[in-house]
């Protein structure tokens, strides 16, 4: 994800940008820039920012003795977790993590490397073109795999501890 608001801004209210900017923001950001980007007062960013906080979908640091706001990735993994154990059943989370552990140890086997670096380091000997694309395409999703990895070990890991606290709140 970028720093970039997406979708058509036209279309949208004021609170509607300012939600739909803060959710891409990776790298801690002022109301001010938020504002800037999404045609609105810094006050007006400012009250949706910190509305988000109290949702816990934003989280406050301070740099450079500056208020700036970005995603909360703990709360975020939560959520996503949630998610994965809400419309997945176990065998289906299990058949993922099983299918991303294949994955990597048959570009480990086809490569001879242990890291989607190392794979990319290895682009280096190469000169045909189609093959560095396809080893950074792989590297790409190499890395993409491996951060869902710990996330599916964990929604199985609470499976049935959450399905027994999600099914009480129905």
């Given at each position: 994800?970028?720093?970039?608001?997406?979708?058509?801004?036209?279309e949208?209210?004021?609170?509607?940008?300012?939600?739909?900017?803060?959710?891409?923001?990776?790298?801690?950001?002022?109301?001010?820039?938020?504002?800037?980007?999404?045609?609105?007062?810094?006050?007006t960013?400012?009250?949706?920012?910190?509305?988000?906080?109290?949702?816990?979908?934003?989280?406050?640091?301070?740099?450079?003795?500056q208020?700036?706001y970005?995603?909360?990735?703990?709360?975020?993994?939560?959520?996503?977790?949630?998610?994965?154990q809400?419309e997945?059943?176990?065998?289906?989370?299990?058949?993922?993590?099983?299918?991303?552990?294949s994955?990597?140890?048959?570009?480990?086997?086809?490569?001879?490397?242990?890291?989607?670096?190392e794979?990319?380091a290895?682009?280096?000997?190469?000169?045909?073109?189609d093959?560095i694309?396809?080893r950074?395409?792989?590297?790409?999703?190499?890395?993409?795999?491996?951060?869902?990895?710990?996330?599916l070990?964990?929604?199985?890991?609470?499976?049935?501890?959450?399905?027994?606290r999600?099914?009480?709140?129905?």
């Open positions: 994800m970028t720093d970039e608001p997406s979708g058509d801004r036209t949208l209210t004021r609170g509607e940008r300012v939600r739909a900017a803060a959710r891409t923001l990776r790298t801690p950001r002022t109301a001010a820039w938020v504002a800037d980007e999404t045609d609105v007062s810094a006050k960013a400012r009250k949706y920012l910190d509305q988000l906080v109290e949702d816990d979908v934003l989280r406050v640091v301070e740099q450079d003795g208020r700036r970005c995603i909360d990735q703990l709360m975020a993994t939560y959520r996503e977790i949630a998610t994965l809400r997945h059943d176990r065998e289906a989370l299990t058949s993922s993590l099983v299918s991303i552990r994955s990597i140890a048959d570009w480990k086997d086809e490569f001879g490397v242990d890291t989607p670096g794979l990319r290895s682009i280096a000997d190469l000169d045909a073109i093959e694309d396809r950074r395409d792989i590297a790409s999703e190499w890395e993409h795999l491996a951060d869902r990895q710990p996330v070990r964990a929604a199985l890991n609470e499976y049935d501890w959450a399905s027994e999600d099914a009480l709140s129905v």
